[in-house]
């Protein structure tokens, strides 16, 4: 059972145009969200989050949108740089049984910049 | 910022042997340190959870005689896969939480079994 979704495994973007990565959850319990980039060979790297209380989180040139009614996340890009080529992974998080947090993770898109 | 170190980055083993995978917070003290598997085009999978000192919880349907996690110090926790086959072949990462900090990741470990 996927908890955390993202529908789109790939993504191209003209350099200098709107990246936009979507992520659909199932679980209303999840109460924090991340984004997490990843290039190949490497580990996650945290790039933004939101809690469940907000509805937008904006760092630089990352926005995260929330829409809990839809169970629906985003994140934008802008203007989207060729360095932004990787893979994204949108994670929900939630207080486990055992008392941890616990990460869940989608599958990951692909997002290539064009230049 | 903090940086996680995990080794082997890669490692090739031959089936019924066992495997060592090293996860070390380098700057900082890991309360909690986590073990994730990746699939080819899967989201990566937790498959358990450690704390300093005591036992490691396990997910659901992760095998804890086959997959032995070790977390004996605050900068330090160990998966190993013991008598791996084929089908353990995976990419598996470490991630260590600090407190108020969130999660750092290792560079993961792409085991092979042949």
């Given at each position: 059972?996927?908890?955390?979704?993202?529908?789109?495994?790939?993504?191209?973007?003209?350099?200098?145009?709107?990246?936009?990565?979507?992520?659909?959850?199932?679980?209303?319990?999840?109460?924090?969200?991340l984004?997490y980039?990843k290039?190949?060979?490497e580990g996650p790297t945290f790039?933004?989050?939101?809690?469940?209380?907000?509805?937008?989180?904006?760092?630089?040139?990352?926005?995260?949108?929330?829409?809990?009614?839809?169970?629906?996340?985003?994140?934008?890009?802008?203007?989207?740089?060729?360095?932004?080529?990787?893979?994204?992974f949108?994670a929900?998080s939630?207080?486990?049984?055992?008392?941890n947090e616990k990460l869940t993770f989608?599958?990951?898109?692909?997002?290539?910049?064009?230049? | 910022?903090a940086v996680v170190s995990q080794?082997?980055?890669?490692?090739?083993?031959?089936?019924?042997?066992?495997?060592?995978i090293?996860c070390r917070s380098?700057?900082f003290?890991a309360t909690t340190m986590f073990w994730y598997r990746q699939?080819?085009?899967?989201?990566l999978m937790l498959m358990a959870t450690s704390?300093?000192?005591?036992?490691?919880?396990?997910?659901?349907?992760?095998?804890?005689?086959?997959?032995?996690i070790?977390h004996?110090?605050?900068?330090?926790s160990?998966l190993?896969?013991?008598?791996?086959?084929?089908?353990?072949?995976?990419?598996y990462i470490c991630s260590a939480q600090q407190?108020?900090y969130g999660y750092t990741f290792g560079s993961g470990t792409?085991?092979?079994?042949?």
């Open positions: 059972d996927q908890q955390v979704k993202q529908n789109s495994p790939s993504l191209s973007v003209q350099e200098g145009r709107i990246s936009i990565l979507n992520c659909d959850y199932t679980n209303s319990m999840f109460d924090y969200f984004w980039k290039y190949p060979a790039l933004i989050s939101i809690s469940s209380i907000k509805d937008k989180n904006e760092d630089g040139r990352f926005t995260v949108f929330l829409n809990k009614s839809a169970k629906h996340l985003s994140l934008h890009i802008v203007p989207s740089q060729p360095g932004d080529s990787a893979v994204y949108c929900a939630l207080i486990s049984n055992f008392g989608g599958t990951g898109t692909r997002l290539t910049i064009i230049p | 910022g080794h082997p980055s890669r490692v090739i083993c031959k089936s019924g042997t066992s495997v060592k090293e380098l700057d003290q699939f080819p085009k899967k989201s704390n300093e000192g005591s036992k490691a919880t396990y997910e659901q349907g992760v095998e804890k005689d086959k997959f032995l070790n004996a110090s605050l900068t330090l160990t190993t896969v013991t008598s791996a086959h084929p089908e353990d072949s995976s990419f407190r108020n792409r085991l092979t079994v042949v």
